[in-house]
């Protein structure tokens, strides 16, 4: 499904063409425009097939504060056969106190669930650097002559982080290509060869999934959800009957169950209302679009209303609710009943803690050093 006024892309020879800074790219650079186009999943999937014709090493590029939306349904046969490795992105949004090995592990644990079977997987930054001279040598030994094909989601940080590969390897080039806030910013195959012959990378364009709320917002309400500095976690104790509003995009009702804290990871922007389950309605009816926001006028016909899913809980590990593209909450695993509402068509996962089963997690009634208790 795509998004209608979206479409007008694709002439088939810009595929090939080296890196062009077209009309589009100097208005995103210039003056912060998006041209509304996006990549359907057919044409998508044709790139990548044209990409992958020959053995490949793929760098899998995931943005690990949305890993569960990171990851590219529906290319399983295309990217079989070829060596997979991992890079999780962003990892600067995470508060310092996080092992990178323990993230390492979750992500390769979450990921062979859904059947990726990933040869390496490594923590960077594509914003400050952290981990990539690690990813560059790790990727110089593996390719063993193949090319280097980049594959991810819109907006995990594709073309950020192979500027930074380049760059850790040949410091005379400066950054090569476009990337920007917005998803679908790289629309064709940008190859790429390092001086000297010894690698080529393919960047490919990022699928966008309208599962994921980042893809439905407008160009402005993204700026109010989209991550641009490291999250503080905000720490809520929240008791049966009591209701959290991320926005006007989620609403987590808190039904039945014991006292606990749940952990907010959202962009710091990002408004989260408490409130009491009697009146999340009516505030909802009232607040829309003022209190509760974004959606702001310009996206709201696409993500009003919210949807109700009911979960229930036994006691058990710490869980995270996921709500794709937006953040995710962190429960301690006590017994509860939740109904989380989100707009039409956007996935809510459960799955076991990113962070909170780790030692020094903040756990029940612990808080990392910057979080906020609210
Ligand atoms: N905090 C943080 N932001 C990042 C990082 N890497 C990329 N970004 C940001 O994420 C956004 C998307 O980056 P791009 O490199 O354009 O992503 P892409 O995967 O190439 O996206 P498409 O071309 O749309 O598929 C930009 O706003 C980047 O600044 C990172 O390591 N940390
Ligand atoms: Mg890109
Ligand atoms: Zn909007």
């Given amino acids: 499904m795509e998004r209608e006024g979206e479409k007008g892309y694709v002439s088939g020879d ?21 041209s509304p186009v996006s990549v359907t ?23 690990l504060f949305d890993f569960n939306g990171s990851l590219v349904k529906g290319v399983e046969s295309l990217i079989r056969g070829h060596e997979i490795i991992m890079a999780i992105n ?13 993230v390492k592990h979750w992500v390769i644990r979450e990921a062979g669930k859904q059947g990726l079977t990933v040869r390496e997987a490594l923590v960077v930054s594509a ?12 990727l110089e030994a593996r390719a063993k002559g193949r090319p280097i094909v980049v594959l991810g989601m819109a907006n995990v940080g594709k073309s950020s982080l192979l500027n930074r590969i380049i760059a850790t390897m040949d410091e005379d080039e400066g950054q090569k290509l476009t990337t920007s806030l917005y998803p679908g910013t790289t629309l064709g195959m940008v190859s790429l060869t390092l001086p000297g012959g010894q690698m080529t990378f393919t960047d490919t364009p990022g699928l966008l999934g309208t599962y994921r709320v980042m893809d439905r917002v407008c160009a402005n309400s993204l700026k109010d959800i989209f991550p641009s500095a490291r999250i503080n ?14 926005g006007g995009l989620a609403r987590v009702d808190f ?3 014991t006292p606990q804290s749940l952990v907010v990871y959202a962009a710091n922007q990002l408004k989260v209302h408490r409130t009491k389950l009697a009146r999340a309605d009516e505030l909802y009816e009232q607040h829309a679009g003022e209190l509760l926001t974004p959606p702001c006028d310009e996206c709201a016909n696409d993500l009003r209303p919210l949807f ?57 009634g612990g808080k990392w050093p910057n979080s906020r208790r609210i």
């Fill in 14 to 34: 810009a595929f090939m063409r080296e890196h062009p800074l077209c009309r589009r790219c100097y208005r995103l650079i210039h003056y912060g425009e998006l």
């Fill in 233 to 246: 976690p905000r720490v809520y104790q929240l008791t049966a009957e009591q209701t959290l509003f991320l």
């Fill in 127 to 138: 914003k400050n650097g952290q981990g990539v001279k690690e990813l560059s040598r790790t």
């Fill in 308 to 364: 109700p899913k009911r979960f229930r809980f036994t006691k058990g590990r710490p869980f995270d609710l996921v709500i794709s593209g937006l953040g995710f909450i962190q429960f301690g695993g006590q017994e509860s009943e939740l109904v989380v509402h989100v707009p039409k068509g956007v996935e809510t996962t459960i799955r076991p803690s990113l962070i909170g089963g780790s030692k020094k997690g903040p756990g029940e």
């Fill in 41 to 63: 999943a057919q044409e998508y999937r044709q790139t990548l097939e044209k990409a992958l014709k020959r053995p490949s090493l793929i760098l899998y590029v995931i943005d």
């Fill in 90 to 102: 962003k990892f600067d949004l995470f508060p310092r106190e996080i092992s990178p090995e323990r």
């Fill in 255 to 257: 039904v039945k169950g």
